[in-house]
Structure formats: C-alpha cells, structure tokens
C-alpha cells in the first residue's frame, strides 16, 4: 500500500519521488546503496516510464537535509542543466515544500563505470603509468572549462568525483558546493569548503575576510589530484611552507605542469582550465628531451629576475679575461 500523498511516497520499500520537473522516479531502498558520502547516499533508480531510464538517486544526509543552506545548495546542484559529454547530468530534485523535516533528494543520470582513484589501479603495473592517469584527467579540464564558461566553480574537484564511464568516457561529477559569485557569506562564514586534502588555500574561509575563490581555484583541485593519483599523498603534507616533492617517475615535463597547477599563489597558476589542458596535453604528447630544455630556461629566467645585476657581473668578468689575454700577449 503507497503511504503519502505528496512528492515522497513510498511502497513497501520502494520510494516513489515526484521531482521538480514533475516527473516520477522511483527506488528500492532495500537494496545496497552505490555509494555514501558526507552528503549522503547514493541509491540505483529508474524512471517511472516505459523507458525505464536508469538514474542516480541521492537521499541527502537527514542530518543535513533540515538546514536551510544545506537544501538550498542540493537545488542549486540539481538545477544546473549542463549538457557537456563529460559531466554527469543532472535531472531533478525532491522535497516536501514546507517541510524542512522531510528528506530530500537529487536525481542524475546513471553513469556505469568506476571512480578515477578505483580505475587508476589498473594502471599501477605499466611502465607508462603516469601519461595514462594524466590523459584522463584531460576531459575533467574540458569538463571545467564549460562550467567556469556558465559562472560557476566546482569547488571539490577530486578522484572520487570523475567517473570513467566504461573505461573510456571521463565525467565531472557532484556540484553540491558548486560556487557563484557572491554565494559565500563571507561576513558569518567560517571553514573549510571542500574535501581536505584537495582544498586550495583560498578554500578556508575567515569570517569578515574576502572570498577570494575563482576558477584558480579548481585548477588547484585538478593539481591536487594529479599529486594524489600518482604518488598516494596529498600535495604539500609536510606542511605549506615545505617545497612541494618530485614525483617518482613522473617526467619532468608534467611534473612542471602539476607545480605550476599547485602554487600557493593564485596569480602564478594557469589563469584557466583551457590553457592547463593545453599544457597537460603537451606534456603527455611530446617525447621527453634527453636534456631538460626547459628546465634550464626557467632555471636561467629566475637567476636573471633574482639577480637583476646579472648583466653587469658578465661584463666585468668578460673585460677581466679581454685584460687578462692581452697581458699575456705583452708578456709573450
């Protein structure tokens, strides 16, 4: 026998949702979830129609779900209708107008397929193991260069939000802290937004300080994640002011990249998700020199920006060994 009559119903075991959009969606919640998070917890549903569409149905955190700013951030998520081949679409929400005490629900496109941390195992044999992470970390930057194109930061870019859809399509997934500008109370706010481990500097936010989130800020997520993929450790955990590690095995040409993603200092990162794609592909498309051209260049640009004297040091040292041979011409 179906109990309620609003937009949550439920049969048995079987729970009924009328989203949004004002379509039905049901699952079963005695079979075991996908998945669980902070957030909540992810069920496999279907659509109440003769396609029977498959769909990702997530119960928010009844511990969360009766703060205001809590359902208000599940809606926005919901809400954002990308159509981007490597995100995961969103569908709908549901709630109980009036009820704060009711659950609530979001509803997205079923993705089949691993996590990035599960399928990154799969390459934990081959000699060429870090190109192969780094190229499926390339559709998660075409994926933020389309949702920082629409205003909006993702905020918790990390191994367990990209999902490889039958080990070959990549997808971005979970707004849930999706960021706008003006979003953060910054004035009452104070904390962490995001996962630890992950989370840019500018990600803690100071009560009475200014937010300084921008798409920066998901570039360092991305870095972050290249960092923890390939060595097993979250960037800088021997604390901020320790230079960041080389990656064992990891050639120097993406290793580049990742530190330039991860600096501490917003203006020294790639300024967009595009011109880090360009960078990560190159990195992982063009053999690696037998001398590290670039490495040099940069080591001989920063002597010439921390030695600005330099010009004149060379030319007295040139006119020394000009003095010299000619003083010992005269003595020959």
Known sequence: MIQGNGNIRVDGSV????????????????????????????????ACNDAGDAVAVKMVNPDLSGIEG?????????????RHVNIVEMIGYCEEPGDPSAPM????????????????????????????????????LDALDYIHSKGIVH???????????????????????AY????????????????PGYCAPEQHIIAGQPVEIDVTTDIYQ????????????????????????????????????IRRSLSLNQNERY?????MREAL???????????????????????????????YMLAIIVGGLVLFILLLIAIL
């Not at 079963?28 to 069920?43: N, Q």
């Not at 193991?129 to 970390?137: E, F, N, P, Q, T």
């Not at 592909?281 to 920063?302: F, N, R, W």
């Open 15 to 46: 729970v009924y949702l009328r989203l949004n959009t004002g379509k039905w969606y049901q699952y079963d919640a005695s079979i075991p979830p996908l998945g669980s998070g902070a957030m909540g917890i992810v069920y496999a549903g279907h």
């Open 70 to 82: 809590i359902r208000r951030r599940a809606r926005q998520e919901a809400e954002l209708a990308f």
């Open 105 to 140: 629900y979001i509803v997205s496109r079923f993705v089949a397929g691993q996590t990035l941390d599960d399928f990154a195992v799969n390459f934990n044999t081959v000699p060429d193991r870090a190109v192969r992470i780094a190229r499926c970390v390339v559709p998660v």
């Open 155 to 177: 905020l918790d870019v990390k191994p367990s939000n990209i999902m490889v859809e039958n080990e070959r399509n990549v997808r971005l997934m979970d707004l849930g802290i």
């Open 180 to 195: 706008r500008p003006g979003s953060i109370d910054s004035s009452t706010q104070n904390g962490l937004i995001g996962s």
């Open 222 to 257: 991305v870095g972050a994640t290249l960092y923890r993929l390939l060595s097993g450790n979250a960037p800088y955990s021997d604390g901020d002011n320790a230079p960041l590690r080389d990656i064992a095995g990891v050639p120097r040409r993406l290793m580049r990249v």
């Open 271 to 275: 300024q967009s998700a595009r011109e």
């Open 281 to 311: 592909y190159m990195s992982i498309s063009t053999p690696e020199p037998a001398v590290d051209v670039d490495g040099l260049k940069a080591k001989a640009t920063q002597f010439a920006t921390t030695h600005p004297q330099w010009p």
